[in-house]
């Protein structure tokens, strides 16, 4: 069974920065793509940043050049450092992956319970 767990939400002013981290456990053979999502209160869930095994990445728009996501395969882990935090940041944050249980399958996708972030204004 595979769980990804998600830390590092919180409440921050704008302006400031968070790091979020999603730590997948079980019995894990590979991780492909590794992605953040968010979802604002009455807005469709979003991608946020991906990023590819071999190290590509994807941000949305307004995010661009303010969060870097990256990922510590030996650890099976994603990060999302988000600086320059707005106002408009603010929704609950998904970590989502891909994941291969065994050599020879198709991944399967899995989510993570979400973290809340808060940026005051």
């Known amino acids: 069974q595979v769980q990804l767990v998600e830390s590092g939400g919180g409440l921050v002013q704008a302006g400031g920065s968070l790091q979020l981290s999603c730590a997948a456990s079980?019995?894990?053979?590979?991780?492909?793509?590794m992605n953040w999502y968010r979802q604002a209160p009455r807005k469709q869930r979003e991608l946020v940043a991906r990023?590819?095994?071999?190290?590509?990445?994807y941000y949305l728009d307004s995010v661009k050049g303010r969060f870097t996501i990256s990922r510590d395969n030996a650890k099976n882990t994603v990060y999302l450092q988000m600086n320059s935090l707005k106002p408009e940041d603010t929704a609950v944050y998904y970590c989502?992956?891909?994941?291969?249980?065994?050599?020879?399958?198709?991944?399967?996708?899995?989510w993570g319970q979400g973290t809340q972030v808060t940026v005051s204004s």
């Open positions: 989502n992956a891909d994941i291969k249980l065994f050599i020879g399958v198709r991944p399967s996708n899995y």
């Open positions: 079980g019995s894990i053979f590979s991780i492909n793509t």
């Open positions: 990023i590819d095994t071999d190290g590509s990445t």
